[in-house]
């Protein structure tokens, strides 16, 4: 946290978030900051394959998001999401 703001925070008072902006790697952000990243025209990246190679776990706050959602493949441990 930056001066007691989440990552997350700091974006949505520092840039201007619209639809060609992509967080990646949201597992733990705040449910209600998704929400008005979303709101204001963000896309959110989740890469399953290396979330689970770090052992992050499941995004729970996915259905905040869900229509604005786009799956990643960065993972070095593996690329095939069919795996």
Known sequence: AN????PMRVLLETVQVDSL???VHCNH???DELKDFVA?????CICPLTEGNLGDGVMESFESCAQSVCLGSDCNARI???E
């Open 3 to 6: 001066q007691g703001r989440t």
């Open 21 to 23: 902006t992509t967080a």
């Open 29 to 31: 952000t705040n449910v």
């Open 40 to 44: 204001k025209g963000g896309n959110v």
């Open 80 to 82: 095939d999401m069919l």
